[in-house]
């Protein structure tokens, strides 16, 4: 279904789209021809393939130079280190993970950000839960929401992590520290609630939410009941199609950072 | 205590070895400083860090010219595809990932391999089940046995697959296939079956094995029963101190790639 979804997305606004279908004993193949075929810009893995670390390793396949997800390694490192260009001349950016990124541009959007506040510091002064630190989402976004200034409770079923840039922003990039806190306390400060856990049996407890609060979720399942509108001022129970323009946009780079390579 | 082993044997023979403890959120820290450190010549890393995905982001983090276990995409990728060398001139060696590399040079050392065969089809005739298909240690062992020239039954709890180079090695690395083949039936061709189950539980059934099989265990439980004897031909039951020598060979390999690099 989202294969459908980001073809109909792309042909839309101009993108040419092909599904390519191979079995998953010549997917590592079929790669390596896609890195190698000129007239494809872009590449991204349905996954799961085999369910375990082997799509990891699969994913790492895909040329850096093609990956319009943003998940090969060296994308990923940078963006862990707040490192936005490919080359010293500033000419090729590196490429954020579109999920992560999906939630960042919609909390732009929605006036999370501050922009009198000057840009990289634009969440100074802002709290946020992350509920979910898997290496795909929840701990990239963590990272790039503290990153940008916030105090961002990251938690997952072995406990709360607090990554921040210090008092005063006095950290280049974000660090990051366990703590001892509850859910409970981490989610009443909380001026942000994002969650991204992939079960329909759990939900956020609604009576930890400030009311006002802005809730964002990116699990396919729903992950906030109803009554979320009664707290929240703003809540966002999808962020699919966002995530399908983040793709566009990572693809639109690799073209730009290809050009910038030939001039 | 695998920290000793690899301090001890390290200095030994003559090779300086630093055991650095950092607290888990400053290790990728200490692995970028160890990367930009002229006195450090290889890094390897004690898992589980964190236990989770966050462990594979760490070890793509150490350099690939100073990754002595050889777990670098990169190195993998080249392994998988059969790949030695890192440059046209073949003059840089590509490294290989030693739990896999101790397994391969102990069928060596014991006679599996015939060394009247050409070089790279030495295992040409020989059938061999590798129980433990792990993205570490299982599947890049198949996947080096059968570029070799074996056929491989490769097992693990989802089934059991075949690697091979197809009839007269007519490919030129391994190709998989998912076959619907019992343990027992595999085992009982197999003239060599190595295990790597991670359970104290586990144990493979003696009954299955060939009457002259060559047995080996690298799981750090003792995987086969102590009947095996009655029906092994020869029985390595582990393979740690051959592993370490491999992570001393991989260093020497990074140390050659850089004086060849500098030429």
Chains 1, 2 share one sequence.
């Not at 590592?28 to 082997?54: K, S």
């Amino acid at each position: 279904m989202y294969a459908q979804w980001t073809g109909k997305t792309s042909e839309s606004i101009g993108f040419a789209y092909e599904l390519r279908r191979v079995d998953k004993d010549e997917l590592e193949e079929a790669i390596i021809e896609a890195n190698d075929d000129d007239n494809v810009d872009g590449i991204m893995i349905y996954f799961p393939v085999f369910g375990n670390r082997q799509d990891q390793y699969l994913q790492q396949v895909v040329s850096k130079d093609k990956d319009v997800e943003g998940l090969s390694h060296l994308y990923v490192q940078n963006m862990y280190h707040n490192v936005r260009y490919l080359d010293k001349e500033q000419t090729q950016k590196s490429v954020l993970p579109c999920t992560p990124l999906a939630v960042v541009k919609i909390l732009e959007h929605i006036g999370v950000y501050n922009t009198v506040l000057p840009y990289g510091n634009r969440l100074y002064g802002k709290t946020i839960t992350v509920v979910n630190r898997s290496e795909i989402v929840g701990r990239p976004l963590a990272a790039l929401l503290a990153n940008d200034g916030a105090v961002v409770y990251s938690v997952d079923i072995t406990g709360i992590q607090k990554f921040t840039r210090g008092d005063g922003l006095k950290l280049k990039r974000h660090h990051v520290q366990d703590i001892d806190i509850e859910l409970k306390e981490a989610a009443s400060q909380s001026d942000v609630i994002v969650t991204g856990v992939p079960s329909p049996d759990y939900k956020f407890p609604v009576e930890y939410i400030k009311y006002g609060a802005v809730c964002v979720n990116f699990s396919s399942e729903k992950n906030f009941p109803p009554e979320v509108k009664e707290r929240a001022s703003l809540y966002v129970p999808s962020i699919g199609k966002v995530t399908i323009s983040m793709l566009l946009r990572n693809l639109l780079r690799l073209i730009n950072n290809k050009a910038n390579r030939k001039n």
